[in-house]
């Protein structure tokens, strides 16, 4: 039977080294047999093997490795090496002292937690846990303060930002209309270039966002000469402003007492006053005041082909439904009647005009084209 373990030292108190009790040899026993009983009373050795017994470490289970350094390994029970150490006596082995695990050190310490992330290599600030209700309540009245803090600089920012962009677009000098930079198109033989540039530059100076396009075109409208006007802005300080002229197609001569001749258009708009017809105007005779009978020459005229307008030398008309056309350099007289179907007499006057038959005829008749007269 193997003697008792002694109890192991409380920790943070060292075990004090122990003398180790040397076990006596016993006799050797043959294998098998069990030696005699022995009378009397037991030697004098006896309390000090006892007391030695008792204070011997306990041997260790058979299924745990022996630590290395500490003697010769244990064998499993009931094998061979059991038997031989039964036959064999064991030497008296000393007490191994044991040293008791270092106490932890007392004092305040303090807890560093690291944290690491896969998308941030930096240093990372702890979470902060309160741990009472009263730093839980200013925890959260410091960040409600934060998340308002950020609002009132956010709608701050904001703020100074469109007002910034206001100044910059409604009232600093950086857009103002540069009366230099304006271009003037489609001005045409009428109207005057000059008297569209200073309606423009009446807006000298004005940034060219606050600048109204939709008046300052009612405003060039009214230039003498121009029928349609369209305005564009042409950043950042310019303007382009695209005109269709009203280009007199027809002379009228005044009603007396005066002597020039008024310049019309196709729609019979006065663009222009002068004191002789001009070289390549027909010059129109109709009644005073007969708006019909103008209208019907007018038509006619804008309809006619250029070659055929330029041949054209003056035109007259008691009605709008006997326009009569007088060419150039002696020219036939042509009977046109009234603006209807136009397009038709047209073709069939270059028809006639072209046949041999009708070479020396002085005039044309097409007031009806589906049966024209040539005389």
Avoid: C
């Avoid at 004098?44 to 290395?68: F, G, K, N, Y």
């Amino acid at each position: 039977m193997s003697p008792p373990r002694p109890p192991a030292p409380r920790p943070g108190r060292p075990a004090a080294a122990r003398p180790a009790a040397a076990r006596p040899a016993a006799p050797r026993r043959a294998a098998g047999r069990r030696p005699a009983p022995t009378e009397g009373p037991p030697p004098t050795s006896a309390p000090t093997e006892a007391v030695a017994a008792q204070r011997a470490p306990a041997p260790r289970p058979a299924d745990r490795r022996p630590r290395t350094g500490s003697g010769p390994a244990v064998p499993p029970p009931g094998g061979p090496a059991r038997r031989d150490q039964d036959a064999a006596p064991t030497p008296a082995r000393a007490a191994t002292p044991r040293v008791a695990a270092a106490a932890p050190p007392t004092g305040p310490t303090r807890t560093v937690t690291t944290y690491t992330t896969s998308r941030f290599s930096g240093p990372v600030r702890p979470a902060v846990v309160s741990t009472t209700s009263r730093e839980r309540f200013a925890e959260r009245a410091r960040a409600r303060r934060n998340i308002a803090r950020r609002q009132v600089l956010g709608v701050a920012g904001a703020v100074v930002g469109v007002g910034g962009l206001g100044w910059l677009l409604l009232l600093s000098p950086v857009l103002a209309l540069d009366p230099d930079q304006v271009e003037v198109t489609g001005a045409g033989t009428v109207v005057a270039v000059d008297q569209v540039l200073a309606v423009v530059a009446e807006r000298s100076g004005t940034p060219l966002p606050r600048l109204g396009t939709v008046g300052l075109r009612d405003e060039v409208l009214e230039v003498p000469g121009v029928r349609e006007a369209r305005v564009v802005r042409d950043w950042p300080r310019g303007l382009a402003v695209q005109l269709v002229s009203r280009e007199p197609v027809a002379a009228v001569p005044e009603e007396a007492p005066a002597t020039g001749i008024a310049l019309l258009d196709e729609q019979g708009v006065q663009v222009g006053r002068a004191d002789a017809a001009p070289a390549g105007l027909p010059v129109v005779d109709v009644p005073v005041g007969d708006q019909r009978a103008l209208s019907a020459v007018l038509s006619v005229l804008e309809q006619l082909p250029p070659d055929l307008l330029a041949q054209v030398e003056s035109v007259a008309a008691r009605t709008q439904d006997t326009v009569t056309m007088q060419l150039r350099d002696g020219g036939p007289r042509i009977d046109w009647g009234s603006a209807d179907e136009t397009p038709l007499k047209i073709a069939v006057l270059a028809a006639l005009r072209a046949a041999p038959e009708a070479g020396g005829a002085q005039v044309f008749d097409v007031s009806a084209p589906r049966m024209p007269i040539t005389r």
